[in-house]
């Protein structure tokens, strides 16, 4: 039981990666805030988490807005009377346009979701580490994170971005128990293609990912991110701080 007695909150946790993640912490004894704006898939999620006896409370709602987002940092210091691990997994896609084919809404609508919402679970959650003896903040990434090739402007701005704050945040509190390091997934077998119906899609924007994706040397499973996941959310990782980790079968080593 790597995580036994630890308090996580892990975002996106209704699908994919974010499902793997929190359904491995609470395996490893972990108390878990599951939080998703997708209510029946959350509702699905919490409860076969619980049927498997995870200790879990779900909190539905949109990452972005910032009272929701630090709102579930509180949920789980006053339910769980702690917290120790932040997993900033929720994202979603854009829809492949390089900037000059670049709508407003969905530059502000990624951005939103894939750098407010970790800016603000991170804030409210190193507050409370600072003054409670650290914690590990873990980030969702992506290949899109290192290389400028595998989606749109506004995804790969995004993740270039959470890798900035990842390493920031890293270096303004080590020495002060909290950690920080992101996880860049390459392909995975989830549901994010929802996030990006076909009728929105630039076909030329698509082209050139294509072109890049095609490097990829094959895909993952949610369970394989989960492990890095769990790895750096125990103390295993006690001096891993900073860290931008591919999960990627190796294709950012392209
Ligand atoms: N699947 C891939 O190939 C891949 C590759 C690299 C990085 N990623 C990143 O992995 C993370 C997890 O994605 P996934 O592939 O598991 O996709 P997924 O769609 O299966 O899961 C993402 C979850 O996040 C939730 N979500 C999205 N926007 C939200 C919001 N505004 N508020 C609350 N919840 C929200 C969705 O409802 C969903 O349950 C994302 O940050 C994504 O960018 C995915």
Redesign the pocket.
């Known amino acids: 039981m790597q995580l036994q007695g630890k308090v996580a909150v892990v ?8 499902l793997a993640i929190a359904t491995r912490f609470a395996a490893e004894g972990a108390s878990v805030v599951a ?4 209510a029946e ?1 959350l509702e699905t999620a919490i409860t076969t988490l619980k049927a498997n006896g995870g200790t879990i409370t779900g909190a539905q ?4 807005d910032q009272g929701t987002a630090e709102g579930l940092i509180d949920t789980a210091i006053n339910t769980y009377g702690r917290l120790d691990v932040l997993c900033n ?5 854009d829809y492949m346009q390089g900037v000059g084919e670049l709508a407003d809404d969905v530059w502000r609508r990624v951005l939103g ?2 750098l407010d ?1 970790p800016m603000f679970t991170s804030r409210r959650a190193v507050q409370y580490m600072l003054a409670h003896g650290g914690g590990s903040i873990i980030n ?5 994170g290192i290389h400028g090739g595998a989606a749109g402007a506004a ?1 790969t701005s995004s ?1 270039h971005a959470l890798v900035g704050l990842t390493r920031n945040t890293a270096w303004m509190y080590a020495g002060k128990g909290i950690r920080c390091n992101a996880i ?9 293609a ?2 990006m119906p076909a009728d929105k899609v630039d076909p030329a924007g698509a082209a050139r990912a294509q072109a890049f994706a095609a490097l990829a040397p094959g895909y993952l499973q ?1 369970a394989d991110i989960a492990g890095l996941a769990l790895y750096l959310a125990s103390d295993e990782s006690r001096n891993i701080n900073g860290a931008i980790i591919p999960a990627d079968a190796g294709w950012a080593a392209v």
């Open positions: 975002t996106g946790a209704a699908s994919g990666m974010g939080a998703d704006w997708n898939r709602g949109n990452i972005a997994n929720a994202g979603v896609m979701i894939n919402g969702v990434a992506s290949t899109a995804y993740k860049c997934p390459g392909a995975t077998i989830t549901n994010i929802e996030s949610p």
